[in-house]
Nanobody, 124 residues
Framework: QVQLVESGGGLVQAGGSLRLSCAAS????????MGWFRQAPGKEREFVAA????????NYADSVKGRFTISRDNAKNTVYLQMNSLKPEDTAVYYC?????????????????WGQGTQVTVSS
């Protein structure tokens, strides 16, 4: 079992940056692919980025390519999402999730464990 706790959200002006962290419990963290998703009010949860267990592969939504970077430190059981050049449309609750499905999947239902989420608000 994996428990996930996100942190690092907050209020930032458009063009600013935030770094989200997701701390995982459990000795098998390094065997999971990790993903970040987000959900804005009234919208479905959408894929943001994913990273393979060995950090070999990453995957990004088109809307965040070139602005967001996902990384992980298996020694610290932590995955990160560096968000630069933030836009008001990035405003959402951001969730990290863990999966053994592989292929840095973009499909939420293929993720087995989820954190509670952290709010990111970007003002114009």
């Amino acid at each position: 079992q994996v428990q996930l706790v996100e942190s690092g959200g907050g209020l930032v002006q458009a063009g600013g940056s935030l770094r989200l962290s997701c701390a995982a419990s459990g000795r098998t963290f390094s065997s999971y692919d990790m993903g970040w998703f987000r959900q804005a009010p009234g919208k479905e949860r959408e894929f943001v980025a994913a990273i393979s267990w060995g950090r070999v592969s990453t995957n990004y939504a088109d809307s965040v390519k070139g602005r967001f970077t996902i990384s992980r430190d298996n020694a610290k059981n932590t995955v990160y999402l560096q968000m630069n050049s933030l836009k008001p449309e990035d405003t959402a609750v951001y969730y990290c999730a863990a999966t053994k499905y592989g292929a840095t999947t973009m499909t939420p239902t293929r993720y087995d464990y989820w954190g509670q989420g952290t709010q990111v608000t970007v003002s114009s």
